[in-house]
């Protein structure tokens, strides 16, 4: 049996105001192991959870109804992980998956990135004056057209930019004399103008460690980047307000701003569009991709907004008032309760004859969970996949016997990473995580033979998957401490495994599930920066051998950014074992760890500070208990001399 993490009462009430300590404790009896508690997130002050329950529909972070999923997912985990697999089952659950050179100097290396870094055109992000075409007055205005039209078929979009910003007050007047095709490039062009800059900067940013200077040169470009957004936005303003704009414009504009999380921009232009829609039904039409817009602001479920036991799961610029919708917000049109939505888009999608889309039935499947309508969720699984939930029987879950794939499934609704991911969401939301993680594995297994499921393009879910496992367990550990701290609750179940590190196990059976489904050359650094804080130490110093094979794989050290910063996740998570050993009194054999698996002689040093002031104060505290044995001693003796 794994021995597990556990800790005493007593060291409850130091853990409230010392969290970032590593406790040491032993529960009564001999049989338990000596070991300490990790890392434990609050999220929630106790006071408030009443509040956080209901504002943010969280009533699953109970500990019972964690208690409950752990047991299914133990199960469910044990039959899958242990049964014996025929070659062709296995085969089908293991899944596998002349520029100008840049003018600004990057650090010399023979590296493949800083050669791809080094072959970025720079000059397209520069903001210079234009200067081939002179900027037009309002008398000439065929001059202007003239120049316009010129630019629109030449392939330098910047000098395209350029002129319509040194001529915004005339674009106005455009309408009677560009036709709709050319209005359309123009938006199509700039756009694609924005893009390319922001996927620069992102890709500059993201590897800036490769820059000499390189805060001053990120700050300028996105100073840059920021400058030509605000002056597109002035362009696409005032064509909109030459009233000449098409559907296909609409589209583009509300994807535009849709991805650049400008979510009170984006509907307030679907608003528009639909008011053209209304007034000339022939002409308009909100397509499925509008649609799934629409509904994802309106409905909420937005990924990036959405949150998990009170944290958003993705860190978006909060204090911007440009992606928040007001909850006092009244779409113009229509009521925007979720019913409403779903009524809406289905008496129009008939109307339209618009084609089913996986987009909209991700946001149906994560509103129907935000709502708390599982047995609606329950069924559309069902009826879309023929995945049954089986309430009644004990929270069975499995495929149908007589439900034929290549018949019944639409194959335009073929679940892809995004069904994973809402259908994770919506039930997590509602306290339902084994079920989630038992509806998507037989998914990947029946639906993987199109190759939408393989381990790069799902890699997303598996992360959100090991994240959410973490956060419940963060969240209902935060609770059964208060429990624990106001009653007699006991701490350890009947095998002696303390209950306050049954999330460390849940974590351990998710990992394990996830291994099993992903190759593992492919586990990304992210997910062992997740195993490192949520991992058993028992699991955790049982992988540390594999962990280092991976980390110091050629395959996986390409480039050498990579090795840099899987060097460092590799010391953190030696680091992490340390600080278990330390803690069990095992410094020794923390110090072997050392120098077996860290070659920076700089790191190894650090870590050894760090053991070598933890064995101090271990020795300090083994002297303090000591002098109070022996006070506790000599009390008794005296009492009995008495």
């Known amino acids: 049996m794994n021995t597990y993490r556990s800790i005493s009462l007593v060291g409850f009430k130091s853990l409230l105001l010392q969290t970032s300590i590593y406790l040491q404790a032993m529960l009564k009896g001999t049989s338990f192991a000596y070991t300490s508690v990790r890392r434990i997130s609050f999220f929630v002050p106790s006071t408030r959870l009443n509040e956080f329950k209901k504002r943010q529909l969280q009533n699953n972070a109970s500990f019972e109804n964690f208690e409950k999923n752990f047991i299914e997912l133990d199960q469910y985990a044990n039959n899958l992980l242990n049964k014996k697999e025929s070659s062709s089952n296995d085969s089908s659950v293991v899944l596998n998956g002349g520029p100008k050179i840049a003018d600004f100097k990057f650090n010399n290396n023979s590296d493949v990135l800083a050669k791809s870094l080094d072959s970025i055109n720079i000059d397209f992000l520069k903001n210079d004056p234009f200067t081939l075409i002179e900027s037009t007055n309002s008398s000439n205005i065929n001059k202007l057209i003239k120049n316009i039209k010129y630019l629109i078929c ?46 620069r900067v992102k890709f500059l940013t993201k590897n800036k460690n490769y820059l000499e200077n390189n805060s001053d040169y990120i700050k300028k470009l996105n100073i840059i980047y920021r400058s030509v957004y605000i002056t597109t936005k002035s362009i696409f303003n005032s064509l909109m307000n030459s009233n000449i704009l098409t559907h296909y414009d609409y589209t583009n504009l509300i994807t535009f701003y849709y991805g650049r999380n400008q979510i009170k921009k984006t509907i307030d232009l679907i608003a528009i569009y639909e008011k053209k829609c209304l007034d000339n039904p022939i002409k308009y039409h909100l397509t499925n991709q509008i649609w799934a817009i629409k509904m994802d602001i309106l409905s909420q479920t937005n990924i990036n907004f959405w949150k998990l036991y009170g944290q958003t799961i993705f860190k978006i610029n909060s204090n911007s008032n440009s992606i928040k919708l007001s909850h006092k917000y009244l779409y113009p049109h229509h009521g925007h309760n979720f019913q409403t939505l779903i009524k809406r888009y289905e008496s129009e999608q008939q109307l339209n004859q618009l084609p089913e889309n996986i987009s909209i039935l991700s946001i149906i499947i994560k509103g129907l969970g935000k709502h708390g309508d599982i047995k609606s969720l329950d069924k559309i699984i069902e009826n879309n996949w023929g995945i049954k939930i089986d309430r009644e029987n004990n929270n069975e879950i499995y495929l149908l016997k007589h439900f034929n794939i290549n018949k019944k499934v639409n194959q335009l609704l073929w679940p892809d990473e995004d069904i994973l991911i809402s259908i994770l969401l919506a039930y997590t939301k509602n306290g339902y995580l084994s079920n989630a993680i038992e509806i998507n594995n037989l998914l990947i297994n029946n639906y993987s033979n199109y190759h939408l499921f393989n381990t790069n393009n799902i890699n997303k879910y598996w992360k959100l998957l090991l994240y959410s496992t973490g956060k419940y367990g963060d969240a209902v550990n935060k609770q059964l401490i208060d429990e624990i701290n106001g009653s007699n609750i006991p701490i350890s179940d009947k095998l002696g495994n303390s209950l306050i590190e049954i999330k460390y196990r849940f974590f351990d059976i998710v990992w394990k599930l996830c291994e099993k489904y992903i190759d593992n050359d492919i586990i990304s650094r992210d997910l062992i920066e997740l195993k490192i804080k949520y991992s058993s130490s028992h699991e955790l110093l049982n992988n540390l051998p594999k962990v280092y094979q991976k980390i110091n794989n050629l395959s996986y050290n390409k480039m050498i950014l990579n090795m840099k910063f899987n060097q460092m996740t590799l010391q953190k998570y030696v680091r992490e074992c340390c600080l278990e050993l330390a803690n069990r009194g095992k410094f020794l054999d923390a110090n072997q760890l050392i120098e077996k698996y860290i070659k920076s002689k700089e790191s190894m040093s650090e870590l050894k500070v760090m053991l070598t002031e933890m064995q101090e104060a271990y020795a300090r505290e083994r002297v303090k208990s000591e002098e109070r044995k022996r006070k506790s001693i000599d009390d008794d003796d005296d009492f009995e001399l008495w």
């Open 154 to 199: 030449t392939s330098d979009i910047r000098d395209l930019y350029n002129y319509l910003k040194l001529n915004i007050s005339q674009i106005s007047k455009l309408n009677q004399n560009l036709s709709t095709l050319e209005i359309s490039i123009i938006i199509k062009k700039l756009i694609i103008y924005n893009n390319s800059i922001s996927h």
